[in-house]
């Protein structure tokens, strides 16, 4: 019976405690259930807020818009009424001119009428027509001055010379006058301020490391003597010497001087150089009031500023030729325009003709045609060394303001240019052969360091071939005295500590 009675009450005891589970899970979902209702109703509430306020500044934007419509379409048609206007001038000016036409045609026609009335009447008194009398005329005329017209002619000839070449003198002197610049010739060293002597020695480096690494990756020679207060760059090549210069400046001013460093300021050097060759290049442009021109070819240009001819500058000679070229075309009628872009480009092949073959008119023929530029501009400048015929009042005009510039007292060096040539042609003879990385003449052409790859290259092939380049050179190049060959075969291992 007690048994039972447990029974009972056990089941009692589920039932009840399944009804009570069943209601309080009720209860919960019924509380999230108003819940996600709230969070739908507040999202709900939200985004309607969201829209208003976006349909408001739609509502904004949108009267700006008509605002701004209605003051265009009121400029319009305000522009259209003067237009209308305007038409309307040109109209009774047009009907002006037809009536004045027709009056001037009307009083031809009456001093026609006239002049055949007049020929009419000398016919009658003379018996000879007008072809008749007038060859009568002139006949009678040439017997009995024969001489004097002679004489006449003879001297309008020579006014007419004499007036052509005062006219021709006056526009060269005057142009000439207006562009009287001085311009230095350029030099083979650079000296570089030292802030104080002590630097020198950092500069050399330990057994010379840090000197030999600069002239080896620059291209020059670093002369450090007992003078006080500078060390002096030497070498050929402008942009080399600038190269050099600049590293040397970052390395005193930045203290830390060793060959990595060396040679990672070098290539910052070489690449804040191309900003200022590029910057020269532009400055020519502003100068001259020039525009239209592919930014690769004016990069091109401003590398003229580092080349010379007989130690002219070649971007200096460059816009004063342009310059000459432009007041002569203005004085002839010519199109200054052509005039300005020819005279400018007319060297352009020397910024590149160091390594490229062929004649610095062909480089630039070939330069201005990839560049886009226009074919009377290439006419014009190709014939200034009158490889090429004149074929417009340009290109004559392109050569006079080349002559002008480099011809007069002072512009240029013969010895200049042809030292410079010999030390290119040492290089190039150098760098002839296979496995050479790069080649540099220095020591005013006495030493020629070739660095070669490690891979290509061993240790006795770098002797043999310094001996081969030594031939060549004996044998394809005139120079004084004796050529140092120096082949130098520099081998690196690189590891990282991670």
């Known amino acids: 019976m007690n048994s039972l009675i447990g029974i009972l009450l056990s089941a009692g005891t589920l039932i009840i405690g399944t009804i009570l589970g069943y209601l309080a899970r009720q209860t919960t979902a019924q509380k999230r259930a108003q819940t996600a209702e709230a969070i739908i109703k507040k999202t709900e509430e939200e985004a309607k807020k969201r829209g208003e306020e976006v349909l408001e500044e739609f509502k904004k934007e949108e009267k700006k818009r008509r605002e701004q419509l209605n003051k265009t379409e009121s400029h319009l048609a305000n522009k259209e009424e003067r237009l209308i206007k305007h038409e309307e001038r040109l109209l009774l000016e047009e009907k002006k001119y037809q009536k004045s036409l027709e009056q001037i045609g009307e009083s031809q026609n009456e001093l026609e009428k006239l002049k055949q009335q007049i020929l009419v009447k000398l016919e009658e008194v003379s018996g000879l027509k007008p072809g008749e009398a007038k060859d009568q005329l002139l006949k009678n005329i040439e017997a009995e001055h024969q001489e004097e ?41 650079t000296n570089v301020p030292l802030p104080s002597d002590d630097l020198k020695g950092r500069i050399i480096g330990k057994e010379g490391r840090n000197i030999r690494a600069l002239e080896n990756l620059c291209g020059v020679d670093i002369i450090v003597d007992d003078s006080p207060g500078f060390i002096t760059i030497s070498g050929f090549s402008p942009m080399r010497r600038q190269i050099a210069k600049l ?26 150089l191309n900003q200022k060759v590029k910057a020269a290049g532009e400055a020519a442009l502003y100068e001259l009031g020039v525009t239209g021109l592919d930014p690769k070819l004016v990069q091109l240009l401003g590398s003229l500023t580092f080349r010379s001819s007989y130690g002219q500058n070649a971007l200096n000679h460059s816009v004063e030729v342009s310059h000459i070229g432009a007041m ?10 052509i005039v300005k872009k020819a005279c400018l480009l007319h060297d352009i092949g020397k910024a590149v003709d160091h390594e490229i073959k062929g004649t610095h008119i062909e480089i630039g023929i070939k330069i201005l045609n990839k560049f ?127």
Do not use: C
Request: overall charge negative.
């Open 372 to 498: 886009g530029v226009p074919e009377e501009i290439i006419k014009a400048m190709r014939a200034h060394h009158e490889d090429y015929p004149f074929e417009s009042l340009e290109a004559r005009i392109v050569q006079v303001a080349d002559k002008l510039s480099s011809s007069r007292p002072g512009a240029r060096k013969d010895t200049m240019e042809n030292y410079i040539k010999r030390l290119e042609e040492l290089e190039k003879v150098a760098t002839a052969y296979e496995g050479i990385q790069k080649a540099y003449a220095i020591q005013a052409g006495r030493e020629i360091r070739v660095f070669v790859s490690p891979k290509e290259i061993s240790d006795l092939e770098a002797v043999k071939l310094s001996k081969a380049i030594a031939k060549k050179i004996e044998k394809e190049l005139t120079y004084p005295g004796e050529i140092k060959v120096s082949v130098i075969r520099e081998t690196r291992a690189i590891e990282y500590a991670r």
């Open 149 to 189: 017209l002679l004489k006449k002619f003879q001297e309008l000839e020579g006014q007419e010379e004499e007036e052509l070449e005062k006219k021709s003198s006056e526009i060269l002197a005057t142009t000439m006058q207006r562009v009287a610049s001085s311009q230095a010739s350029e030099s083979t060293t």
């Open 328 to 337: 002569l075309a203005e004085e002839l009628g010519a199109d200054v325009s």
């Open 247 to 272: 590293t040397l400046e970052k390395l005193m001013s930045d203290g830390r001087i060793q060959p990595a460093r060396i040679e990672e300021i070098v290539e910052k050097s070489r690449k804040e």
